[in-house]
């Protein structure tokens, strides 16, 4: 079955470290999104991308960057981590022309 | 910009009918969404309206009325396993990305 894919699915990291966390899609869609979920605040957009030269800076983007690489493939990185980027990381995909969003399965990141 | 609104918790007793409201305000319209989220699991798409009325696929029916910016989610015969939260999610246009609400988390009691 077509997919989406994180890795890694759990991560701890020191304040400070760089860290890159990567998205895959087999899907063949344009569009790629990277979320931030918190308890009690929902799904937020950090950036997104509707194809490969398109980037797009989303809600809370500061602290974050991305990169393109691929129509498949969609990376986050984090420059230099703060423990207040503890968070449930989600990518997803999308057709445009198309509604539904596709997630992959989280990326669960803690900064000590 | 754009905001939902969505309660943050409900509880519901197995069997039941329960409904999930979300109103939103946003510079453009182009749907409401529903998605799906098990402890642990990803979000998982539920519906979309795009148009004022009532979506209805097998349990679960979705309501949007653009003049009320307010739409909802009606789950039916309630079972232990639609425990989950449930977010509602707007886009302005074709060309923007998902907006979603905070949440409501559903627990469903026997």
């Known amino acids: 079955d077509a997919d989406v894919t994180q890795t890694p699915r759990n991560r701890i990291t020191k304040t400070g470290k760089r860290i890159m966390l990567e998205c895959s899609q087999t899907k063949g869609h344009d569009r790629m999104y990277w979320y931030r979920q918190d308890p009690g605040l929902g799904l937020r957009l950090i950036y997104y991308?509707?194809?490969?030269?398109?980037?797009n800076k989303g809600e809370i983007s500061d602290g974050y960057s991305v990169s393109r690489q691929a129509q498949a493939k969609f990376s986050l990185s984090l420059e230099s981590a703060i423990p207040n980027q503890t968070a449930l990381y989600f990518c997803?995909?999308?057709?445009?022309?198309?509604?539904?969003?596709?997630f992959g399965q989280g990326t669960r990141l803690t900064v000590v | 910009g754009q905001s939902l609104e969505q309660p943050s918790e409900v509880t519901a007793v197995e069997g039941a009918i329960v409904q999930i409201n979300c109103t939103y305000q946003?510079?453009?319209?182009?749907?409401l969404s529903w998605y799906q989220q098990h402890d642990g699991g990803a979000p998982t798409f539920l519906s979309y309206n795009a148009l004022d009325g009532l979506e209805e696929t097998g349990r679960f029916s979705s309501f949007l009325s653009r003049s009320d910016s307010y739409g909802y989610l009606l789950l039916q015969e309630l079972q232990m396993k639609d425990s989950a939260s449930y977010f509602c999610a707007v886009r302005s246009s074709g060309n923007t990305p998902l907006v979603f609400g905070k949440g409501t988390r559903l627990s469903v009691i026997a």
């Open positions: 946003t510079s453009g319209f182009y749907g």
């Open positions: 997803a995909t999308s057709v445009s022309g198309n509604t539904e969003a596709f």
């Open positions: 991308s509707f194809d490969v030269k398109d980037i």
